[in-house]
């Protein structure tokens, strides 16, 4: 039985500091926080724990815990920020990324496309985000297949889905029994809201959040999606 998810959202309360949205869902194991950071940045809050997806200096980390898991998806500069890393990572951090990504980045894991991994009470997928039809040129991709991750992040019985830099891909369709979602969409490197939407309808996770959208009308993506069941969730990721 699927846990009952309660979102709300609030905002951070430190004197000075941004408001940033924060959403608290519920699962089997306990409460469960999602923080927007900014464009794809993400900081996911559990049991104790804390996971960092995609740090990125243009985001405002001040204020928030270090992490005890990174996830990478890309080897681009607003995924994989060299910078930002050593404000977000402590002794022991682990570090979940593609091979691309580990090349420039010693110590961290490797997780291939298909791939899985549990860590403590966390199991981290690894799915294919890449482009098929979008490229800077002719014959060439921004997001090459099986270069990039995106993640399915699984606590408590509760399943996210980190879409990364992807266009709506096969295997974004095939996902199944996704509670909640990030899905990316801005011109040129991922997709338009319309395609967003259709690759949403497909795989119909519970609740989305459009994410990495900078540029984009949300409301062409929230309007493609009345009457589909998959509830439409807009935040500020560039407040």
Same mark, same amino acid.
Request: aromatic share 10%.
């Given at each position: 039985?699927?846990?009952?998810?309660?979102?709300?959202?609030?905002?951070?309360?430190?004197?000075?500091?941004?408001?940033?949205?924060?959403?608290?869902?519920?699962?089997?194991?306990?409460?469960?926080?999602?923080?927007?950071?900014?464009?794809?940045?993400?900081?996911?809050?559990?049991?104790?724990?804390?996971?960092?997806?995609?740090?990125?200096?243009?985001?405002?980390?001040?204020?928030?815990?270090?992490?005890?898991?990174?996830?990478?998806?890309?080897?681009?500069?607003?995924?994989?920020?060299?910078?930002?890393?050593?404000?977000?990572?402590?002794?022991?951090?682990?570090?979940?990324?593609?091979?691309?990504?580990?090349?420039?980045?010693?110590?961290?894991?490797?997780?291939?496309?298909?791939?899985?991994?549990?860590?403590?009470?966390?199991?981290?997928?690894?799915?294919?985000? =890449?482009?098929?039809?979008?490229?800077? %040129?002719?014959? @060439?991709? /921004?997001?090459?297949?099986?270069? #990039?991750? &995106?993640?399915? $992040?699984?606590?408590?019985?509760?399943?996210?889905?980190?879409?990364?830099?992807?266009?709506?891909?096969?295997?974004?369709?095939?996902?199944?029994?996704?509670?909640?979602?990030?899905?990316?969409?801005?011109?040129?490197?991922?997709?338009?809201?319309?395609?967003?939407?259709?690759?949403?309808?497909?795989?119909?996770?519970?609740?989305? =959040?459009?994410?990495?959208?900078?540029? %984009?009308?949300? @409301?062409? /993506?929230?309007?493609?999606?009345? #009457?589909? &069941?998959?509830? $439409?969730?807009?935040?500020?990721?560039?407040?």
């Amino acid at each position: 039985m699927k846990p009952f998810v309660l979102a709300a959202l609030a905002a951070a309360v430190c004197l000075g500091q941004p408001s940033r949205p924060v959403e608290t869902f519920q699962t089997k194991a306990g409460p469960l926080k999602v923080t927007a950071i900014r464009h794809a940045s993400v900081m996911i809050e559990a049991g104790g724990q804390v996971i960092h997806i995609d740090p990125w200096s243009q985001g405002n980390y001040d204020g928030l815990p270090v992490a005890d898991l990174i996830l990478i998806t890309d080897i681009h500069g607003d995924h994989l920020d060299l910078k930002i890393l050593p404000k977000v990572r402590k002794e022991g951090t682990v570090i979940v990324a593609p091979e691309a990504v580990a090349k420039t980045l010693p110590g961290a894991e490797v997780l291939a496309n298909g791939q899985s991994r549990t860590i403590g009470k966390w199991t981290i997928q690894a799915v294919p985000m =890449y482009n098929e039809k979008r490229g800077p %040129s002719e014959g @060439k991709f /921004f997001h090459d297949k099986g270069r #990039g991750n &995106g993640y399915v $992040v699984s606590y408590g019985g509760l399943r996210l889905y980190f879409s990364g830099d992807s266009e709506g891909v096969a295997e974004m369709r095939a996902l199944r029994n996704i509670d909640v979602a990030f899905v990316a969409m801005n011109l040129p490197y991922t997709m338009p809201p319309e395609e967003a939407a259709e690759a949403v309808k497909a795989f119909h996770p519970r609740i989305v =959040y459009p994410y990495h959208y900078r540029g %984009s009308d949300l @409301k062409v /993506f929230e309007q493609a999606l009345a #009457g589909s &069941g998959v509830e $439409v969730r807009i935040r500020d990721w560039y407040y």
